[in-house]
């Protein structure tokens, strides 16, 4: 089903004289630490038009939005590409050693008003791709909400490294899985794939997928332009060790974490090395860092030597308020 495209020699030198995209893993785009939660939701077709969408409750803030395409020619450009009617300005192609890249664009300003004066619920989205070689879209939505618990949202993209890839979500504080409303989970988002191309997950050393892949998100016939599929808020987990076509490219990390743990640790890759898998999107309980240390708690006490030195501060300020009385006097 998938035809590789094959570059001429003289393309190949006529590509040293211009700017060429940057192969890139998968690397850390944005954390948010807070009352936050996410939506992710995914869209291909040949058509090259369609909705995309995004699940968001009433009242809340949104904090952040970006539009992704994931392409089969590390040439082509998403130059011209929409959202409900607005031109979206992607950032430079991120490519794997093949041919396979993915876009990044940030549509806050197309999204947000619409979602913050919204009534909550499902926003449709219209989306109008500008070539024939983008697979789909993805939409990432982060937000912000007063009846949320305190909680992380991380977000990686780029482009898996054919050798695999590694993130560590760190906390401050040892897990407890078991502790009422814990929670952790992580999306994906895969293009270029199908028939049984397909990536590995293992979590904390545990297998936790053989079978990532596949264009759950496409419409109408497999072909290319439309092999897409991303973990999205319509999607339910996929289940323990899923076969392909059960595989969501939505997991539940929980089942995979020690109490007394202080990290979760990912590692991807792609042994048949032809899917893209250019994001991936965290969202777990308490405050933690992607790839980084994690940011103390919020109600961080102050050791018992801070507090003593603020005590002797604060004697030694009223000491010289009480000499300057005295002067006075």
Known sequence: MKQRMRHSVAALVASAFVAAPAAASLTTFKTFVGNVGYSADGFGSTSQSGTISASVPVGATVLGAYLYTGMYDDTSSPAGTTLNGGAVSFGPNKVNTSFLSSARADVTSIVKPVIDAGPGGVYNFSVVESNSFQDGEALVV????????????????????????????????????????????????????????????????????????????????????????????????????????????????????????????????????????????????????????????????????????????????????????????
């Open 142 to 329: 982060v937000y912000s909400h007063a009846s949320l618990p305190e909680a992380t949202v991380g977000i990686l993209d780029g482009f898996a490294a054919l050798s695999g890839d590694t993130t560590s979500i760190n906390f401050a504080n040892p897990l407890n899985p078991a502790a009422p409303g814990f929670f952790a989970e992580m999306a994906l988002g895969i293009n270029f794939s199908c028939c049984g191309q397909l990536s590995h997950v293992d979590v904390n050393g545990q297998a936790l997928t053989r079978s990532a892949g596949n264009n759950d998100d496409g419409v109408g016939s497999i072909s290319n332009g439309q092999l897409i599929t991303v973990g999205g808020f319509d999607d339910p987990y996929s289940p323990a060790n899923p076969t392909y076509d059960q595989d969501h490219e939505r997991y539940n990390l929980v089942p995979f974490i020690t109490a007394g743990d202080t990290s979760i640790t990912v590692d991807t890759i792609n042994p048949s090395n032809d899917d893209n898998i250019f994001l991936a999107m965290f969202h777990v309980s308490g405050r933690a860092g992607v790839n980084e240390p994690p940011p103390p708690p919020t109600n961080q006490v102050p050791v018992p030597g801070t507090l003593a030195l603020v005590g002797l501060g604060l004697a030694a300020l009223g000491a010289r308020q009480r000499a300057a009385g005295s002067a006075r006097g």
